[in-house]
């Protein structure tokens, strides 16, 4: 089965170098964007791993990942202005 990727340079492939130049300057994004890489390193290796789970566990790691990439991308949509 594919897994689309959802690291963080896919999903804001246009915001790679100020990913980059903020994540050391910015101590929340970091922070952020950490917390996302690990939940979304738990949730691809459940989906690649056909590992067990509770359905409802795993809707809300999946909400949770949601929410830190909405949290991510405000950050770098308001550091453009």
Known sequence: MY???HDVEHEFPEYRQTL??????DSHLAKLVAEYE???AEIVDI???DKP???FEFE???KRRLL???EIYLILRGAEH
């Open 53 to 55: 789970f509770q359905d």
């Open 38 to 40: 690990q939940l979304n």
């Open 3 to 5: 897994i689309q990727p």
């Open 68 to 70: 830190l990439k909405d």
């Open 20 to 25: 980059a130049e903020m994540r050391s300057q």
């Open 47 to 49: 989906e690649e791993n």
């Open 60 to 62: 809300e790691m999946k």
